[in-house]
């Protein structure tokens, strides 16, 4: 492969860089070992919908990440979905107020596949940056993914945040019957504080806009280190929690999936890295960078990579 840059990773963060060099006239190439675009935005069909598995939602507060949604918005790819969720904590209930939270009713990822429009993404494998032909490289991937395909080069140095892992379960009953559990009189999601196996709590339904019965449980990254190797068998703990809090039957169908490396820890204020080696420039960005990880921080991080990269070549 050829190319003034090659972006690996079709994340968000990855499609945003490679779409801004587009625009600036630089020739860029994607590559994801996955068959579709979207990354951790990921959706997947299921009982004849799509579920987010990935991503719960995203906030705007950025004016250029700002004109994107709109965008999409405009064509009805993103729908605001709540600003107020319930907290589960100590057996009680109560109301988090918040920004507006987004969702698609296609799914997150059918927005990472929208930016992607006419971005040349090749489907396989990177194994190291040293085989790619570019004269710059960009890794829009988590640290530790990162660290294995830069091996001693000096990026290496800069690829040391830490990350925790998820296993998200779609959940599916016949009826809907936990919005009475909201002080509002509707359950859109819930942080859940204290229980050692669950985390949060999406309806999808509410946020797809199809009022499906389905939700979407996030373990505990605890949970989740425990049952890497076998995600389905974190489903009854994840279950028994959601069932004792939202006073549920047990589910019509589950299907469970594993994010090795879900979110970040501690903070990083720098929006990306970029440093050179003997046959050019590699670069990484993704929502790991930035001070606050979420999905605008990905887009912001990928765009600011795009310029600075721009700016160089």
């Not at 100590?90 to 107020?97: H, N, P, T």
């Not at 505990?220 to 068998?233: F, V």
């Not at 489903?235 to 999936?257: C, F, I, K, N, Q």
């Amino acid at each position: 492969m050829s190319a003034d840059v090659v972006v690996v990773g079709a994340g968000l963060a990855g499609v945003a860089c490679a779409c801004e060099l587009r625009r600036a006239g630089v020739g860029v190439s994607a590559v994801d070992r996955g068959h579709r675009p979207g990354g951790r935005m990921a959706s997947r069909r299921l009982w004849d919908r799509p579920v987010d598995l990935g991503a719960s939602y995203f906030t705007v507060s950025d004016g250029g990440f700002e004109d994107a949604v709109d965008d999409w918005s405009r064509r009805g790819l993103a729908t605001p979905w709540t600003e107020t969720f319930c907290v589960l904590e100590d057996g009680e209930v109560r109301l988090s107020s918040g920004p507006a939270r987004w969702g698609a009713p296609r799914g997150l990822r059918s927005l990472v596949e929208d930016l992607a429009a006419g971005l040349e993404v090749q489907s396989r494998p990177v194994e190291d940056v040293a085989d790619l032909d570019a004269a710059a490289v960009v890794l829009a991937m988590p640290d530790p993914q990162a660290r294995r395909l830069v091996r001693d080069h000096p990026l290496a140095a800069s690829l040391d945040r830490d990350w925790e892992p998820v296993i998200a379960v779609a959940a599916r009953w016949p009826e809907r019957t936990w919005d009475d559990v909201s002080p509002s009189g509707r359950f859109d999601g819930a942080f859940v504080n204290g229980d050692p196996a669950l985390g949060w709590v999406a309806d999808d339904g509410r946020r797809r806009g199809d009022d499906a019965p389905v939700l979407v449980l996030h373990s505990t990254s605890d949970l989740a280190g425990r049952h890497l190797e076998d995600p389905a068998s974190a489903v009854p703990a994840m279950v028994g929690s959601v069932r004792r809090l939202l006073g549920l039957p047990e589910p019509a169908d589950t299907y469970a999936h594993r994010w090795t490396f879900a979110r970040p820890v501690g903070e990083r204020e720098d929006p990306y890295a970029l440093v050179g080696r003997p046959a050019g420039l590699v670069g990484v960005c993704g929502d790991g960078w930035g001070p606050k990880p979420r999905v605008e921080a990905a887009w912001l991080s990928g765009v600011a990579l795009a310029r600075e990269l721009v700016d160089r070549l």
